[in-house]
């Protein structure tokens, strides 16, 4: 069969629209260079290019790491804060683990809810070494450091890894820490 280039993009067109990536122009603005096609994240996630893998990892990690020890009982509640950037088995696996990803101690942690202590968060990615991308996952390297006020800081890092599926956003789906 000869495909002229006015008919290749109506034939990609409707591949996509046959796998279920279909997108509207007109109301989906995440369609990349790349033709992601993933659909934009909620809020309060809703600036993050759901297309671009770096930026959801980083932004997964620092929702992670964003206590609130005055609002919440423990830090697995800034883990499922993070949950709309986060792949669902991942998110029930590691969920009862997030308490303890941070090398933050229970005694710590108790002092800030009971001092009702701000803490503030940072998140970087590294240039550290990671495997090669692919189309469905990503590996980077990232700095975290948590700020308690008047206190010294805490810092470590984290190795996450995001996964998409061929029409889907990328998302957080692993997650490891060295303090």
Not at 52 to 57: C, D, R
Not at 113 to 126: A, C, E, L, S, Y
């Amino acid at each position: 069969m000869k495909t002229t280039a006015l008919a290749a993009p109506a034939m990609i067109l409707a591949a996509l629209t046959a796998t279920g990536c279909g997108a509207n122009p007109a109301t989906d603005h995440s369609r990349t260079a790349e033709g992601c096609a993933a659909a934009r994240f909620t809020a309060p996630y809703e600036q993050i290019d759901p297309c671009s893998a770096e930026l959801v990892l980083q932004a997964a990690v620092a929702a992670t790491f964003r206590y609130r020890p005055a609002d919440d009982p423990d830090p697995r509640a800034a883990f499922a804060r993070a949950r709309p950037v986060v792949q669902d088995r991942f998110a029930e696996q590691a969920d009862p683990a997030a308490a303890v990803w941070a090398p933050i101690t229970t005694s710590q942690w108790q002092r800030w809810r009971d001092q009702q202590t701000p803490v503030t968060t940072t998140v970087h990615i590294t240039g550290d070494d990671h495997p090669p991308d692919t189309a469905a996952t990503t590996d980077r390297v990232l700095a975290v450091r948590i700020q308690p006020a008047h206190e010294p800081a805490v810092a470590f890092t984290v190795y996450a890894n995001a996964t998409r599926s061929p029409c889907g956003p990328w998302l957080l789906s692993g997650l490891g820490v060295q303090s």
